[in-house]
């Protein structure tokens, strides 16, 4: 897609129009009904701009290209020149052609005639992939619709996350503890209160009754380079309910830890303890005497900070980069047009949105320039990633611009209009993929799709052994399994992590908000959904859906509902059972042919959100309403009730499925618990039986007499069950010994 690009670099010797000889210029920039305004700068007869402007070539309605200086007034800005471009004889650049050099033009007054002042300037038609691009104003931005938004807020921008390491803190011991409570010093209830930034942790509490207290225990946090915070240990001591008091803290900078990359061990060290009354983070003063704490700090390289849930993560390598691997391919990513979005403001009395699209895939970030005014933007716009694992996830959301509207309910925070998740693995390397995705988007009133997003994708694989080589590697570093973390812990630093990501790129220009970075990070996905409860259930049976179709036909072939079927099964059965190095090749060979027979079916394009999946097309309204409630809840109490009792019902039936499982497992323990004394019998006599025949009767006559058995025509059947059902189903369980 070809742009007209303008470059307004300065200006030189303009001519005043004020009676005090001052002049506040700047630059208008106009195309047909389009236009671009410099910042205005002043008491500046000689000034810079070194400004961008674009204007998409598909929606030119003029041949005409002005560019004016202004002088700024406050109550009509005057007049000072122009200069003026046939667009038929602008030049074409292609990269890697070099930049178009700036030229100076003498300025026109309105009768066409050479004036005062000069005025640099570059116009040249290019592409989006010149490097102007993303730092220019957009003809597609619409400055007029709010003068007050900064032109920065609108503009495509590259982010990089920052890089997250982990804090392993272990909290030894501590000696020579000074109890300012009298009632303490004959037996102390201590613990350490670790602080990083808002991440504060807490060790459990150990009674002493002397100075020295051990704790030995881990606290883990999330930091970010650079390492600017402290991490502030403080002693307590609780001396009555919720009243701890200070014994002393120490405050060890991060950017002085030392770092690992492995499973080493670090050197402990003793740290001196500030008094209580002291603030200072500085090192303390030496006395002769002081309380000290023994602690092993270390910040964790060798694993991988977790912002993103495991099932769509966008990236798995460790922290510390002497631990990464060469990239085995290239990710191309075309964000191409959006269609039939859903107003979400409302502006001249018509709705509108103001839209554009944030793309993450590992560390890197992506937004596009924001299309205005526009129900069905075309972005055209091309951005590329190094990809390190196929079992990662691209994410592509599409947001509404908050800075760009009258200051309503929202506020300045952006509105998500959807978002597509793409897995790396399920892309043929070197295909294009040109697809729209639907966006649909979870409103407590039901799902709703909010439009379509145009996606052009594809991924060049630069090492296939290498990328083959991957399908047998663990899915995350080493660190995670020779050292691993809780779920709990990973959650915790998750939830961390994420708001570490947000503070940081809600600082950028423009800035990503935090609802942004926490909708594409899905950051509430841990929290209680009775929607996901349930289409988690019915993955479940989908999975065990060949299995139940399996042992369906099983029993069909045992009833003879097809005659010829069971017949064959039978010549099949006995073939396998006199020929047994049959068995494998054979099972390995049907799945063979049935992948073989599944590639006519593969996907032609990538998955994306699939609401009958989800459980999002037929989910109650309370269920949805109880979905986007805040933590803690702000519901009432009877509404609150209800759904707790609902919850406790479906608790109810998990419970006793869980319990009759429990209970067959039981069942086989008490074959020799003797529980039973008379099953237990009946069990070893059974097994002396049993290996009787088994050593006197070949194996496989056995098995041919057992199988035909099993398959016997219902002739031979009874409709009551089988003995050895019976006798199982009698095993006692310990269901009767719980209250």
């Not at 944030?358 to 526009?374: C, E, F, H, L, N």
Request: charged letters at 25%; proline letters at 6%.
């Amino acid at each position: 897609m070809q742009f007209l690009f303008v470059r307004v670099v300065k200006a030189n010797d303009l001519p005043s129009k004020d009676l005090t000889g001052s002049l506040d210029p700047y630059v208008e920039v106009k195309l047909g009904n389009y236009k671009g305004v410099t910042k205005h700068l002043e008491k500046n007869q000689s000034p810079e701009w070194n400004t961008v402007f674009t204007f998409s070539k598909d929606r030119m309605q003029s041949s005409l290209l002005e560019v004016l200086v202004k002088d700024k007034h406050i109550l009509k800005d005057e007049f000072v020149g122009v200069v003026r471009f046939d667009l038929h004889e602008i030049p074409t650049r292609v990269p890697p052609d070099s930049p178009l050099a700036p030229q100076w033009y003498r300025l026109e007054n309105k009768k066409g005639e050479k004036g005062k002042g000069e005025l640099m300037l570059a116009v040249w038609i290019g592409t989006q992939a010149d490097e102007a691009f993303s730092d220019a104003w957009h003809s597609d931005e619409a400055t007029s619709v709010d003068s007050s938004t900064p032109s920065n807020h609108i503009r495509s921008k590259v982010y990089h996350s920052p890089r997250l390491w982990y804090v392993r803190v272990n909290v030894i011991e501590a000696q020579d503890l000074v109890f300012l409570s009298e009632k303490n010093r004959g037996l102390s209830n201590v613990h350490i209160k670790a602080q990083i930034g808002n991440q504060v942790l807490k060790t459990k509490s150990m009674q002493s009754q002397n100075t020295n207290v051990l704790w030995n225990e881990d606290l883990m946090f999330v930091a970010s380079e650079p390492f600017d915070d402290h991490l502030i240990l403080t002693v307590e001591d609780r001396v009555g309910p919720n009243k701890d008091e200070i014994l002393g803290r120490t405050f060890i900078p991060l950017a002085t830890v030392e770092r690992r990359a492995d499973d080493r061990i670090v050197h402990s060290r003793w740290f001196n303890l500030q008094t209580p009354s002291s603030s200072d983070i500085e090192e303390p003063k030496k006395d002769k005497f002081s309380s000290r704490i023994h602690l092993r700090v270390c910040l964790d390289g060798g694993y991988h900070v977790l912002d993103e849930s495991t099932h769509y993560s966008s990236d798995l390598r460790p922290t510390a980069k002497q631990l990464w691997k060469p990239p085995i391919g290239i990710l191309e990513l075309g964000i191409l047009n959006a269609d039939a979005l859903t107003a979400m403001k409302t502006r001249h009395n018509r709705g509108t949105s103001d839209t554009y699209c944030v793309a993450k895939y590992g560390q890197k970030w992506v937004r596009t320039r924001t299309i205005t005014d526009s129900l069905n933007p075309k972005y055209n716009e091309q951005y590329t990633w190094e990809v390190f694992d196929p079992a990662t996830v691209l994410t592509v959301g599409v947001f509404d611009n908050g800075q760009i509207t009258d200051k309503g309910s929202n506020g300045n925070r952006d509105t998500k209009i959807g978002k597509v998740r793409i897995r790396i693995s399920t892309l043929e390397t070197g295909r294009v993929y040109t697809h729209s995705y639907p966006l649909l988007v979870l409103h407590p009133s039901g799902v709703k799709t909010m439009g379509e997003l145009h996606l052009a994708i594809r991924f060049s694989c630069t090492s296939m052994p290498n990328m083959m080589l991957l399908y047998s590697k663990p899915l995350l570093p080493k660190m995670h399994y020779k050292m691993p973390l809780t779920m709990v812990q990973l959650d915790m630093l998750r939830h961390q992590a994420v708001a570490i990501v947000a503070a940081r790129l809600s600082r950028a220009e423009p800035p990503l908000g935090k609802e942004v970075v926490e909708y594409m990070t899905d950051a509430d996905s841990h929290l209680w959904s009775m929607r996901r409860s349930k289409a988690n259930f019915f993955r479940l049976m989908s999975v065990f859906n060949g299995v139940f179709a399996v042992g369906k036909w099983f029993k069909e072939v045992c009833a003879w509902t097809n005659p010829i079927t069971t017949v064959l099964v039978h010549v099949l059965f006995l073939m396998l059972i006199f020929f047994p190095e049959l068995i494998l090749p054979t099972l390995f060979m049907y799945n063979f042919l049935i992948g073989l027979w599944n590639y006519r079916y593969r996907p032609k394009y990538p998955p994306h959100m699939n609401t009958r999946l989800s459980c999002a097309d037929s989910v109650h309204s309370d269920e949805l309403d109880e979905e986007f409630d805040t933590f803690p809840t702000s519901k009432s109490s009877d509404l609150v009730r209800m759904r707790y009792d609902r919850l406790r019902s479906v608790a109810g039936r998990i419970q006793t499925v869980v319990g009759d499982v429990a209970s067959q497992g039981e069942r086989i323990q008490a074959l020799q618990s003797w529980r039973d004394p008379r099953a237990t019998v009946i069990f070893m006599l059974f097994c002396v039986v049993a290996s009787a025949v088994l050593y006197a009767v070949p194996l496989r006559l056995l098995i041919v007499t057992g199988g035909l058995y099993v398959m016997r025509h219902p002739k031979f059947r009874h409709k009551l069950p089988p003995a050895p059902l019976n006798f199982f189903r009698r095993l006692p369980a310990r269901t009767d010994s719980m209250l």
